[in-house]
Structure formats: structure tokens, C-alpha cells
């Protein structure tokens, strides 16, 4: 049968991916047989040494187990079982449901390696450029030798290749992929060699190749082991089974070509997505820098704030003290206004005793008015100077009512009493008019007339003097009662002014504390603005990094799905001789389950773990570890990545 467009779809997609998602299950009660052969390869790729690590299993007692093998010098581990050998076969003793143990073999592997080096162009021995520079290539060629009749027994291989940093740049691959970790680069790619022989495929179809070639710039040339994984696991393809179900499969296949698609849509999304989140972060870390510009000025606020409440906490201090001493002096004032009130009233005495003395002149004027006509020029100059103490007295009178409306002019009242004693001096004034009388007797009688009449005047003067007198005297029992409520203002000026020092003082406190505050959150915004570039800087690599995944998927896509589908359409194939060869395929997959033989009645599991010497100049060999305590693996993908993790 012969078909042009479908069928090499099925050959190079299903068969390709069914062995990349494989895992292996077997029946319950049985034994099963796990054998990992681990294996130390030269640098070039030739065998060394081939150990054998045998895992013996089952859900019950293992008891009595009979199990086929070519191992030599078989050792137990983790157990003291000893095996007794029996024509081919090792006899196991146990009351467990595990037997662990290991054996040397000399048979020739299933997969041939080689590895060849070439400095500068020139085919080379590895050991003889060690510590040189220059332009490296590396080729690794995998062979599957294990042939069947036509058909190649399936492995799948996987290759890794750490290439340190320091030492290979540059780097670039004919297939696989490369993995930094930011010191070294991981190179890894995975081989199904024999498969298109095994399918009669032609190479234009499906590109499966069997080698990897790697280019560098190297310095200093050093090598780290090569670890190579195998595997013979094929699980059967539901659907493969039967030529006649050959519409669904290509559909399934139309279908797998649909998900490429969407997925490739898909990366070109996440890459969209991520510039935009990218660009995003761009305005975060402005924002951020914006933040600690705006915080750094608010740190600066905060000192001007605390060196203005410092200095404002001194001056309320000054302020306090000055305000206790206004405080004693105000208390000094209502003492002060009691004694001038007393004076005062002393003084309203006073004038009252001379108002009536100048009413008892008056009269005895009168009376000598008669007997000293004789002095009658005498008394008018006498009345002259009475006049003149009349027109002092008013001054006198005027000044004091001005005094007495200035609250608190002690001083000028005691002035003012001088002034009212000094009366008596014109009284004197009046003495000397009379020494005057004698020698102007005839002026007597007129000087008299005139000293009565000025008499009276005088003492109506005194009489408003001493009207006004009482008047100051009110107003300063007045003043008096008025500054008894100064001693309570006083102090509660002082308590006032307490409370203002120790609030400015909390508050020069308060404010270093904010400054504190302000510093740290300063140094904070500046940490963030730090973290902000790193994410930022880790956005790049991420944007970078979802770019060269949306064009290794349009490349997939394009390259992979999309043109095979198209080499397919040129092409005509036995599918009948296809799917009889698949077949075949999976029988071998499924019986290939020992390296070194099995019982019939066990089901097994077969993987090779292989890895070269390191290249380091003198440095002894490295040999490959061997493990003891193998463990049950669900699927080949998840036991190669614990194997590259070693």
C-alpha cells in the first residue's frame, strides 16, 4: 500500500514523541528486574569497564528467586545474601521483598561511541592540548550496533556536556540545547540512533540525527566527563496497532500539527506579554527612583524640622525663665499700689488740716484787716504772692489729675506729695510779705483786704484739691483690688510657661525620633530602588529569553512540523512494510529488558549510564559512581533529569 502526504507523519511524530513521554509499569506478584549497567568510557568514548547494578524486586517475600545471568564476580549489597550458581543462573535466598547486587561484564555494548577533537582544524589527542588555546570542535557519534535481522533494537540516548564558562566561549551546536547556570554551559541532546534505518525513512523526512557537534573558542583547554544515558523503553502505540486505523491516526496527527500552531501563537503572546511587563517595570523603577528623590527631600525636611524645634525648645526656655521673673515683679505690684494708696490717703489728710488752717487765716485776716490798715501795700504785694501760690497750687492740681489717671505712676504721686509740702514754702512767701508790710505800713490795710480775699480763694482751691485727692485715693483702692488678680495671672504664667518648655522639649525629641524614622526610610527607598534594578535587569534577560523561545518555536514550528509535513508530500512509502517494522520495534522494546540476561517468568528494565574520563593533564581517571540503591523510576524523562543532576 502507498500513500504520499499522511503516513510519514506518523513515522516521524508519534514514534519520536511516544518515546520521549514513555514509562513502564509491570503486573503485581511478579519479579521484576531492574538492571542499570554503568559503564566508564576513555575520553574518546572506548569502553574501560562495564559494571552491572541488579535490582530484584517484588510486592511479596521474595523466598526462592532463580535468576539468569553472565555477571561475573557477583557481590550482595546492602544485604547478606549470598547467591549459590547453578548452570547460568544465581540462586537467591530471602526472606525480604528487595535483593540488591553488582557484577563485572565483558559483552559488547548495544551502543558504540566516539568522540574526536580537532584543535585549529587539526584532528588532535585530547590528552596532547591540554592547557591550549584556540578554536575547538568536538564531534560525538553515536551507533546503534545492536541489529536485529533489518531492524535496529530501539534506544533512546541522552548526551550532556558541561562546558565551563571561564574556559569555552562562543559556543555553538549542529542540534540540542545549551543551559547556563552562569558558570558553566550545559550542552544537551538526545539521539535515537538506528530508527530511520529501523523505518526505512529517508532522511529529508525526519531529521534524526545521530551525532553532535560542538564549536568553541577555548582557553586553557580542559574537558569535564560526558555522561551518556540510555534506554530501551517503547511503550505500544495505541492506534499503530492496525493499517486500518490509519484515518484516526492522521487525524490525531492533524491534530498534534493544530497544537503547533496554537502553541507557536501561544509564545508569541508570553513574548508580547513580557515586554509589555518589561515596560511596566520600567515605570516601577521610575517610580521607585521618583520615591527616593521625593524621600531624600523628605529627610531633609525632617532635619529642618529638628534643628527649628531645637532651636524653638531654647527660646521657649528663655522665654520661661524671663516670664518667672515678669512673674515676680507682677507680684511685687499690689504691695507697691497699697503703699501709694496709703500715702494718698495721708496726703487727702493733709489737706484737709490745711484747708482749715487757711479757713482760721482767713478769718483772723478778717479781724486784722481793721488794726493793720497801716500795711495796706505790704498785703497787696502779700495778695500778690498769694496769687502767685494760687496759679502753682492750680498747675499743681492740673498735673495731678493727669498723674492719677496713669495706673502704676507711683513715683510722680511721691512727687506730687513733695509739690503739696512745698505749699508751706509759699506760705513763707507770705513772711516775707509781712517783713515787707512793716516797711510799707500803709499798703497794710489794702495787703490784707487782699490776703482775705485771696484766703478764700486759696481755701476753695484746697477744697477742690482735696475733692480731686479723694477721688486718686478711690482710684488707687481700686488699682489695689485690681492687681490682687495679678499674682493669680502671674502664676499662671509660670505654670504656662512650664508646660511650654517640657511640650517644646517633647517636641525636639519627637522630632529627632522623625529625623531617625525619616533616615532609615531613606536608606529603605534607596534599597528598593537597588532590588528594583536587579528586577529589572532580571526582566531583560526574561524578555530576551521569551524571545528565543517565540523564535525557537516559529522555528519548530516552521522548520520541524510545518516542513516535514510539506517533505511528506513528496514522498511515497510502504506503509504496510512501515507499520510491520514498527511493530517489530515495539516487540524488541518490550523483550529488550536485560543487558546480561533475565529469567522468562520477570519482567525487567534496562539503562545504561556511561561517562568519560575527565581531560585534566596528569589528573588520575575518573570513574563513574555506582549506585547501590536503585530505585523504582516512573518514565525515562524523569529518571534522566535525576541522572543529570548527579
Same mark, same amino acid.
Given at each position: 500500500?502507498?500513500?504520499?502526504?499522511?503516513?510519514?507523519?506518523?513515522?516521524?511524530?508519534?514514534?519520536?514523541?511516544?518515546?520521549?513521554?514513555?514509562?513502564?509499569?509491570?503486573?503485581?506478584?511478579?519479579?521484576?528486574?531492574?538492571?542499570?549497567?554503568?559503564?566508564?568510557?576513555?575520553?574518546?568514548?572506548?569502553?574501560? %569497564?562495564?559494571?552491572?547494578?541488579?535490582?530484584?524486586?517484588?510486592?511479596?517475600?521474595?523466598?526462592?528467586?532463580?535468576?539468569?545471568?553472565?555477571?561475573?564476580?557477583?557481590?550482595?549489597?546492602?544485604?547478606?545474601?549470598?547467591?549459590?550458581?547453578?548452570?547460568?543462573?544465581?540462586?537467591?535466598?530471602?526472606?525480604?521483598?528487595?535483593?540488591?547486587?553488582?557484577?563485572?561484564?565483558?559483552?559488547?555494548?548495544?551502543?558504540?561511541?566516539?568522540?574526536?577533537?580537532?584543535?585549529?582544524?587539526?584532528?588532535?589527542?585530547?590528552?596532547?592540548?591540554?592547557?591550549?588555546?584556540?578554536?575547538?570542535?568536538?564531534?560525538? %557519534?553515536?551507533?546503534?550496533?545492536? =541489529?536485529?535481522?533489518?531492524?535496529?533494537?530501539?534506544?533512546?540516548?541522552?548526551?550532556?556536556? %558541561?562546558?565551563?564558562?571561564?574556559?569555552?566561549?562562543?559556543?555553538?551546536?549542529?542540534?540540542?540545547?545549551?543551559?547556563? %547556570?552562569?558558570?558553566?554551559?550545559?550542552?544537551?541532546?538526545?539521539?535515537?540512533?538506528?530508527?530511520?534505518?529501523?523505518?526505512?525513512?529517508?532522511?529529508?523526512?525526519?531529521?534524526?540525527?545521530?551525532?553532535?557537534?560542538?564549536?568553541?573558542?577555548? =582557553?586553557?583547554?580542559?574537558?569535564?566527563?560526558?555522561?551518556?544515558?540510555?534506554?530501551?523503553?517503547?511503550?505500544?502505540?495505541?492506534?499503530?496497532?492496525?493499517?486500518?486505523?490509519?484515518?484516526?491516526?492522521?487525524?490525531?496527527?492533524?491534530?498534534?500539527?493544530?497544537?503547533?500552531?496554537?502553541?507557536?501563537?501561544?509564545?508569541?503572546?508570553?513574548?508580547?506579554?513580557?515586554?509589555? $511587563?518589561?515596560?511596566?517595570?520600567?515605570?516601577?523603577?521610575?517610580?521607585?527612583?521618583?520615591?527616593?528623590?521625593?524621600?531624600?527631600?523628605?529627610?531633609?525636611?525632617?532635619?529642618?524640622?529638628?534643628?527649628?524645634?531645637?532651636?524653638?525648645?531654647?527660646?521657649?526656655?528663655?522665654? *520661661?525663665?524671663?516670664?518667672?521673673?515678669?512673674?515676680?515683679?507682677?507680684?511685687?505690684?499690689?504691695?507697691?499700689?497699697?503703699?501709694?494708696?496709703?500715702?494718698?490717703?495721708?496726703?487727702?489728710?493733709?489737706?484737709?488740716?490745711?484747708?482749715?488752717?487757711?479757713?482760721?487765716?482767713?478769718?483772723?485776716?478778717?479781724?486784722?484787716?481793721?488794726?493793720?490798715?497801716?500795711?495796706?501795700?505790704?498785703?497787696?504785694?502779700?495778695?500778690?504772692?498769694?496769687?502767685?501760690?494760687?496759679?502753682?497750687?492750680?498747675?499743681?492740681?492740673?498735673?495731678?489729675?493727669?498723674?492719677?489717671?496713669?495706673?502704676?505712676?507711683?513715683?510722680?504721686?511721691?512727687?506730687?506729695?513733695?509739690?503739696?509740702?512745698?505749699?508751706?514754702?509759699?506760705?513763707?512767701?507770705?513772711?516775707?510779705?509781712?517783713?515787707?508790710?512793716?516797711?510799707?505800713?500803709?499798703?497794710?490795710?489794702?495787703?490784707?483786704?487782699?490776703?482775705?480775699?485771696?484766703?478764700?480763694?486759696?481755701?476753695?482751691?484746697?477744697?477742690?484739691?482735696?475733692?480731686?485727692?479723694? /477721688?486718686?485715693?478711690?482710684?488707687?483702692?481700686?488699682?489695689?483690688?485690681?492687681?490682687?488678680?495679678? /499674682?493669680?495671672?502671674?502664676?499662671?504664667?509660670?505654670?504656662?510657661?512650664?508646660?511650654?518648655?517640657?511640650?517644646?522639649?517633647?517636641?525636639?525629641?519627637?522630632?529627632?525620633?522623625?529625623?531617625?524614622?525619616?533616615?532609615?526610610?531613606?536608606?529603605?527607598?534607596?534599597?528598593?530602588?537597588?532590588?528594583?534594578?536587579?528586577?529589572?535587569?532580571?526582566?531583560?534577560?526574561?524578555?530576551?529569553?521569551?524571545?528565543?523561545?517565540?523564535?525557537?518555536?516559529?522555528?519548530?514550528?516552521?522548520?520541524?512540523?510545518?516542513?516535514?509535513?510539506?517533505?511528506?508530500?513528496?514522498?511515497?512509502?510502504?506503509?504496510?512494510?512501515? $507499520?510491520?517494522?514498527?511493530?517489530?520495534?515495539?516487540?524488541?522494546?518490550?523483550?529488550?529488558?536485560?543487558?546480561?540476561?533475565? *529469567?522468562?517468568?520477570?519482567?525487567?528494565?534496562?539503562?545504561?549510564?556511561?561517562?568519560?574520563?575527565?581531560?585534566?593533564?596528569?589528573? /588520575?581517571?575518573?570513574?563513574?559512581?555506582?549506585?547501590?540503591?536503585?530505585?523504582?523510576? /516512573?518514565?525515562?524523562?524523569?529518571?534522566?533529569?535525576?541522572?543529570?543532576?548527579?
Amino acid at each position: 500500500m502507498k500513500t504520499n502526504r499522511k503516513t510519514a507523519k506518523i513515522l516521524t511524530l508519534v514514534m519520536a514523541l511516544s518515546m520521549l513521554t514513555s514509562s513502564i509499569a509491570f503486573a503485581g506478584g511478579r519479579v521484576t528486574k531492574e538492571e542499570t549497567v554503568y559503564v566508564n568510557l576513555s575520553s574518546k568514548g572506548e569502553v574501560i %569497564d562495564t559494571t552491572s547494578s541488579i535490582w530484584l524486586h517484588s510486592d511479596s517475600i521474595l523466598e526462592k528467586v532463580e535468576d539468569n545471568t553472565t555477571l561475573k564476580e557477583v557481590i550482595s549489597v546492602k544485604g547478606d545474601e549470598v547467591p549459590t550458581s547453578q548452570q547460568g543462573k544465581l540462586i537467591w535466598q530471602s526472606d525480604k521483598k528487595d535483593i540488591y547486587y553488582q557484577g563485572k561484564t565483558d559483552k559488547e555494548l548495544p551502543i558504540k561511541i566516539e568522540i574526536k577533537y580537532f584543535l585549529d582544524g587539526k584532528l588532535v589527542e585530547p590528552e596532547n592540548i591540554v592547557g591550549k588555546s584556540g578554536d575547538i570542535r568536538i564531534t560525538i %557519534d553515536i551507533e546503534n550496533r545492536d =541489529k536485529r535481522g533489518t531492524i535496529y533494537a530501539p534506544y533512546m540516548i541522552a548526551a550532556a556536556v %558541561d562546558l565551563p564558562m571561564d574556559k569555552f566561549t562562543d559556543v555553538k551546536i549542529n542540534t540540542g540545547k545549551i543551559v547556563s %547556570d552562569g558558570s558553566n554551559q550545559i550542552i544537551t541532546f538526545v539521539s535515537l540512533p538506528g530508527l530511520k534505518e529501523s523505518l526505512g525513512v529517508e532522511k529529508n523526512i525526519v531529521d534524526l540525527t545521530n551525532g553532535l557537534e560542538i564549536k568553541a573558542v577555548v =582557553k586553557d583547554f580542559e574537558m569535564k566527563p560526558i555522561a551518556f544515558t540510555a534506554t530501551s523503553e517503547i511503550p505500544e502505540i495505541n492506534g499503530l496497532d492496525d493499517a486500518k486505523n490509519l484515518d484516526e491516526l492522521i487525524d490525531g496527527i492533524e491534530k498534534i500539527k493544530e497544537a503547533s500552531e496554537k502553541l507557536n501563537e501561544a509564545t508569541e503572546k508570553l513574548y508580547d506579554g513580557q515586554v509589555k $511587563l518589561d515596560g511596566g517595570i520600567d515605570e516601577l523603577i521610575n517610580g521607585v527612583n521618583l520615591i527616593s528623590q521625593s524621600v531624600d527631600q523628605l529627610g531633609q525636611g525632617f532635619v529642618g524640622l529638628g534643628n527649628g524645634s531645637v532651636e524653638f525648645s531654647s527660646k521657649a526656655m528663655e522665654f *520661661s525663665q524671663g516670664a518667672a521673673k515678669a512673674a515676680e515683679g507682677i507680684a511685687k505690684i499690689p504691695e507697691s499700689t497699697k503703699a501709694l494708696s496709703g500715702g494718698m490717703e495721708e496726703l487727702i489728710q493733709g489737706t484737709e488740716g490745711l484747708k482749715n488752717g487757711q479757713d482760721s487765716l482767713t478769718q483772723g485776716l478778717d479781724k486784722s484787716l481793721k488794726a493793720l490798715e497801716q500795711i495796706k501795700a505790704g498785703k497787696e504785694k502779700e495778695g500778690k504772692a498769694v496769687g502767685l501760690l494760687l496759679k502753682g497750687v492750680e498747675g499743681l492740681e492740673t498735673i495731678a489729675k493727669g498723674i492719677g489717671k496713669i495706673p502704676g505712676a507711683d513715683g510722680l504721686a511721691e512727687k506730687m506729695l513733695e509739690g503739696l509740702g512745698q505749699q508751706k514754702v509759699a506760705l513763707q512767701e507770705l513772711k516775707k510779705s509781712s517783713s515787707e508790710l512793716l516797711t510799707a505800713l500803709t499798703q497794710v490795710e489794702e495787703g490784707l483786704k487782699e490776703a482775705e480775699g485771696a484766703s478764700a480763694q486759696l481755701a476753695t482751691g484746697i477744697e477742690s484739691i482735696n475733692q480731686g485727692q479723694r /477721688k486718686i485715693g478711690s482710684g488707687l483702692n481700686e488699682l489695689a483690688t485690681g492687681t490682687e488678680g495679678l /499674682k493669680e495671672a502671674s502664676s499662671q504664667l509660670i505654670e504656662g510657661s512650664k508646660g511650654l518648655q517640657q511640650g517644646a522639649g517633647q517636641l525636639k525629641e519627637n522630632a529627632l525620633k522623625a529625623k531617625e524614622g525619616s533616615d532609615s526610610f531613606v536608606e529603605g527607598s534607596q534599597r528598593l530602588a537597588i532590588e528594583g534594578q536587579k528586577l529589572k535587569e532580571g526582566s531583560k534577560q526574561l524578555v530576551e529569553g521569551t524571545k528565543e523561545l517565540n523564535e525557537g518555536m516559529n522555528q519548530f514550528h516552521n522548520e520541524g512540523i510545518a516542513k516535514m509535513t510539506d517533505e511528506v508530500n513528496n514522498n511515497d512509502l510502504d506503509i504496510t512494510k512501515v $507499520l510491520e517494522n514498527k511493530d517489530q520495534l515495539v516487540n524488541l522494546s518490550k523483550n529488550n529488558k536485560s543487558f546480561t540476561g533475565i *529469567s522468562e517468568d520477570m519482567d525487567g528494565n534496562l539503562k545504561f549510564i556511561m561517562k568519560t574520563e575527565g581531560i585534566k593533564g596528569e589528573e /588520575k581517571k575518573q570513574k563513574l559512581e555506582i549506585k547501590t540503591d536503585v530505585e523504582e523510576q /516512573k518514565g525515562f524523562i524523569s529518571w534522566l533529569r535525576r541522572i543529570f543532576k548527579k
